[in-house]
């Protein structure tokens, strides 16, 4: 079981560096006493995990004995499982708030040792359950004592065919830190040794054109620096493109090597099994979204448009539609406007919003330690979910917060409606209940004001949304899909293929042959840049859960009640089914086409009002 930690998808592509702010009050920290009274009280927490994983180990040769035994077990590990998930919980927290903490790093570690000690204990799980033969696991699988954990049982033994002998599985565990090879050279390689170089922009600023910096001024006003920036950052990695190639050429390659192993038929099926995602919803999704790039290049126009720009290039796209800047917002303002714009969930949503403040959940400002980024940790499941933010006062920030806090309601629904064994949900579910309230912060905006340019404003960061989680994350989906089918066909991923495929691919997406967007063939090399591509098939994620959450926004703010019970009751259901299910149960099937038309319409829609505005300002 994963820990349920949801990290924004902003904090995870950007590298954001967090300016120090005075602000914070203790009001504006999260009391962790909740999970403990103090280290003590931790400590001697930490101190008796032993009761209760010892029972855990005992379990070994005894999981598959009997429904009665199995069910046991099951108890004593999800017990377990829900202690040291506490005891985690809270070092993490301490960790997190401060790194320079010796203390809390050593927290951390020792919960970190107990987690292993655990894992271990329970390692005989599952090679003991799926040796159970077919017809003795049906009887398991119906029987009373095991009701509740039917799908527990199902979620194991539907793996069965890719499950190696007690021998092979031994081999493959020996694999595991050996598959991290490529993972981290790309680190080391990017963040350590690539020389990148300082250029001197318009401003007569010298600026060394690394990763913050090229986040920083790909945003620049002037044309000329974005495409100085650009050259001089993509330029640097071009320099390496051997190296990197060579690089994820043997990423493919583990790939490649747990496929066979565990006996798929394409390194795509084999990830999406994992979670029991079909490989049709992934093909669904490049299908859908290559079908409404004309959406893309409509708001593209607009925005070379709005820039007064000849011709668009790939460097700029990062300008935001408008320089209007939104006022910025009190954090005391921000949860005003988080409660005005969750209200079409209803009244108990809003109360949980209500006591996450009262009840101090999250750790609002910047400070000095603290990790970057937003994030949410729904592990305390007698407790309640912890949020960790770096609230900056601009919109993005209020966007952040109504983000995590829909990650935080869905964790408190679960945890409230579901046993422990099925309160964490699927990834492909988690990105929906954040996305959602984004949708939902965006259109309480666009109804409480008058003001054009500020309309036009969050219309902008709406399409904006639709570039990068939509269009730009299909993309990369697409990518990875395409050149890990190469590699199949047994072609070798040298820097000359990669770059060819990377290129045909960001010229159909952006339009390049409709005289959208014109890609200068330098930017081939923008797949050595992205780390994403090393959590094979991660991505596509990010666009099926933007279009989930959007077309159940769109259902929910149109159909009214209905449609938000349904959307409730998946928020309600955790992880009590598999993916696809559980978005059924909110109201939409991501294996057909309706959450695209719902979504697309809504962008279209957007695209019309915004391109309203304009008219309307030119005049
Ligand atoms: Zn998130």
Partial sequence: ?????????????????SSLHAEGTAEETWDLSALY????????????????????????GQWAKSPNKLAECFDTYFKAHKEVARLYNYAFQKASANGE???????????????????????????????????????????????????????????????????????????????????????????????????????????EVNAPAFSKYRQSSSADDRDKVFRAFFGTYKGFRETYAANFNSMVNRDAFYRKAKNYNSDVEASLDAS?????????????????????????????????????????????????????????????????????????????????????????????????????????????????????????????????????AHSYYSSKNQPYHYADYPTFAAEVASTFNEVLLSEHFLKSTQDPKFKLFILGQALESFRTTVFRQAFFAD??????????KGNTLTADLLDKTYLDLLKLYYGD??????????????????????????????TTSFIASNALAGKVLTEGEKARDSYLSMLKAGGSLYPLDLLKLGGIDMSGTEPYKISFANMEKALDEAEKIVAEMKK
């Avoid at 990290?7 to 995870?12: I, K, N």
């Avoid at 400590?43 to 032993?50: C, F, H, L, Q």
């Avoid at 969750?342 to 009262?358: D, H, M, T």
């Avoid at 937003?374 to 900056?392: F, K, Q, R, T």
């Fill in 37 to 60: 009274a103090n280290d003590a009280a931790w400590n001697k927490a930490a101190e008796a995990s032993d009761s209760f994983i010892k029972p855990v180990k005992s379990c070994k």
């Fill in 1 to 17: 079981m994963a820990r349920p930690i949801h990290f924004t998808l902003a904090a995870l592509l950007a590298f954001s560096s």
């Fill in 276 to 408: 029991n995602v079909p490989v049709s919803v992934y093909s669904k999704m490049i299908e859908q979204v290559r079908a409404n790039r004309p959406l893309l290049w409509r708001y593209l126009k607009l925005k070379q448009k709005l820039m007064g720009l000849k011709e668009l290039k790939y460097s700029d796209l990062y300008l935001p539609l408008t320089n209007e800047k939104a006022p910025s917002y009190s954090f005391d303002e921000a949860k005003k406007l988080a409660f005005a714009a969750v209200a079409p969930l209803g009244k108990e949503y809003q109360s949980i919003l209500e006591r996450s403040n009262k009840e101090r959940w999250i750790d609002v400002y910047p400070a000095k330690g603290k990790v970057s980024g937003a994030y949410m940790d729904g592990s305390a499941y007698d407790v309640h979910p912890y949020l960790l933010m770096n609230y900056n006062n601009d919109y993005e920030s209020v966007s952040t917060y109504l983000h995590e806090f829909g990650h935080a």
């Fill in 101 to 207: 903490d010796p203390n809390a790093q050593a927290l951390k570690g020792k919960a970190g040792k107990i987690w292993a000690s655990l894992e271990e204990a329970a390692s005989p799980m599952q090679s003991e359950i799926i040796g159970l033969p077919e017809k003795k696991l049906q009887t398991f699988i119906n029987h009373p004592l095991l009701k509740t954990y039917k799908l527990t049982l199902e979620n194991i033994t539907r793996k069965r065919k890719h499950t190696l002998s007690a021998e092979g599985n031994q081999l493959l565990a020996y694999s595991t830190e050996l598959a991290e090879g490529s993972r981290e050279v790309f680190h080391a390689l990017t963040t350590l040794n690539l020389p990148f170089p300082t250029v001197k922009l318009s401003t007569g600023e010298s600026v």
């Fill in 479 to 488: 990518f990875e899909w395409t050149v890990h089918e190469l590699a199949q």
């Fill in 513 to 542: 042959a409709e005289g959208v967007v014109k890609v200068d063939p330098l930017y081939a090399i923008e797949w050595a840049y992205i780390p994403h591509f090393y959590n094979n098939f991660y991505v596509f994620q990010y």
